[in-house]
């Protein structure tokens, strides 16, 4: 398992600057190997514990914070690389493909001055945490159903409600649905938010109880003929 989690993670970096492509390397593999639990997310404890010299250590850091790397390129080899597998199969249903747009967190309850907050159901409340949105094409790979990442939404410090994460990578993910696609958001946007980024193919999990309208006019009874109709949905 640890030498294919290592051969794809050189696919990952293989076009990368001499240099930066070994340290990033590095870099990644600590991060997928767990080492960041043990030590609470301390990046440099975290490389030493893989077995890195000081000074392997001080290249990979140097990588990750200046090397010329960029997320949305890697991200996209490796879309090519799980797409290219045997076992993927992308789910469609009436010729539509499904992409999810969520907002989820990582939970940093004593992280002080934490620049946002996130609903956690377990304790019953928001609780501190670092806020982003995610995108993903939905399929599967060897009957594991999962959704493939198309992007990731950093929720800058002045966006950090989950409402406004939520609204900026709907803003932002308008651009990026093709023809045949359709996003699927689970709850917590409202269809309102939906029509404001122009997005209008769409399913979303609303509550329990909630009021709709169909999209056209009622059989008149009595009283006043109808003559306005509210479209609430696609």
């Avoid at 080492?35 to 392997?56: N, Q, T």
């Avoid at 469609?92 to 001055?113: C, H, I, N, S």
Wanted: with cysteine; glycine share 8%.
């Amino acid at each position: 398992m640890a030498n294919h989690t290592i051969s794809v993670l050189s696919i990952l970096i293989q076009d990368l600057p001499v240099g930066t492509n070994l340290a990033l390397l590095h870099f990644l593999w600590m991060m997928a190997s767990g080492a960041l639990l043990p030590s609470r997310g301390a990046i440099f404890p975290a490389l030493k514990s893989i077995g890195l010299s000081d000074a392997a250590i001080r290249r990979a850091w140097v990588a990750f914070r200046k090397g010329m790397w960029q997320m949305p390129a890697i991200l996209i080899l490796w879309r090519e690389h799980v797409k290219s597998q045997p076992g993927w199969t992308e789910h469609r249903y009436e010729g539509y493909l499904p992409v999810t747009l969520d907002v989820t967190a990582f939970w940093r309850p004593t992280l002080k001055r934490c620049p946002g907050k996130h609903y956690h159901p377990g304790a019953g409340r928001a609780l501190p945490a670092v806020i982003f949105g995610i995108v993903g094409d939905v399929g599967e790979i060897n009957g594991q159903r999962l959704a493939l990442p198309r992007a990731f939404d950093e929720c800058i410090p002045k966006i950090i409600a989950r409402n406004a994460c939520g609204k900026r990578c709907l803003k932002n993910r308008k651009k990026d649905l093709q023809t045949d696609e359709i996003a699927v958001i689970d709850a917590g946007m409202h269809i309102s938010d939906l029509q404001e980024a122009g997005i209008d193919r769409y399913v979303l999990r609303l509550a329990t109880n909630f009021t709709a309208r169909r999209n056209y006019l009622p059989v008149h009874t009595l009283g006043r003929k109808p003559h306005t109709v509210y479209q609430y949905a696609h």
